[in-house]
T-cell receptor, first 107, second 116 residues
């Protein structure tokens, strides 16, 4: 079973920041938070991951709360090509994908 | 370098037939995963191989499903006596397998299975 809860869908205006929340209240100390996205008809694509510190890469930023029970993926300047299903996964080994959040970026 | 490849890209079969789906992971990746995705649904974990350890088969939906990984590289997912509900896209992924800190998975393009 997925250990995360995400809103089923979100909208974002093009050029604005997209903030995608994820709740993982049962996360254990050795589990990482991973984010993937799946653009229509393609395989999932890795975005970012973290343990307890905030992380940033060329695609996104990951903000993890101090108690690690939730996190937020931030796409700083969303484009139409960022429209996808975004999956938040908590793992220390295998990956169990939930239903994810369907993000729609609108012009 | 080459990514994860899967074959065939599409497979149409008749109910009751057996099918084999192949996955070639990225060279050097010790971890290999199989998922399936039904139309409009999320990814469903099927099986996970890590090095020479016994695979985690906890996601296989029935005993008609099996998978093997030969020589720690290529993997084959076999579905026996296919049913219409087996119709889905079957995705394979591989990763370095160095623990959760290095578990970025790279996905193949998938095999679309249609059971008539």
């Amino acid at each position: 079973d997925a250990k995360t809860t995400q809103p089923p869908s979100m909208d974002c205006a093009e050029g604005r920041a997209a903030n995608l929340p994820c709740n993982h209240s049962t996360i254990s100390g050795n589990e990482y938070v991973y984010w993937y996205r799946q653009i229509h008809s393609q395989g999932p694509q890795y975005i970012i991951h973290g343990l307890k510190n905030n992380e940033t890469n060329e695609m996104a930023s990951l903000i993890i709360t101090e108690d690690r029970k939730s996190s937020t993926l931030i796409l700083p300047h969303a484009t139409l090509r960022d429209t996808a299903v975004y999956y938040c996964i908590v793992t220390n080994n295998d990956m169990r994908f939930g239903a994810g959040t369907r993000l729609t970026v609108k012009p | 370098g080459a990514g994860v490849s899967q074959s065939p890209s599409n497979k149409v079969t008749e109910k009751g037939k057996d099918v084999e789906l192949r996955c070639d992971p990225i060279s050097g990746h010790t971890a290999l995963y199989w998922y399936r995705q039904s139309l409009g649904q999320g990814l469903e974990f099927l099986i996970y191989f890590q090095g020479n350890s016994a695979p985690d088969k906890s996601g296989l939906p029935s005993d008609r499903f099996s998978a093997e990984r030969t020589g720690g590289s290529v993997s084959t997912l076999t579905i026996q006596r296919t049913q219409q509900e087996d119709s889905a896209v079957y995705l394979c992924a591989s990763s370095f397998g160095g623990g959760a800190a290095y578990n970025e998975q790279f996905f193949g393009p998938g095999t679309r299975l249609t059971v008539l």
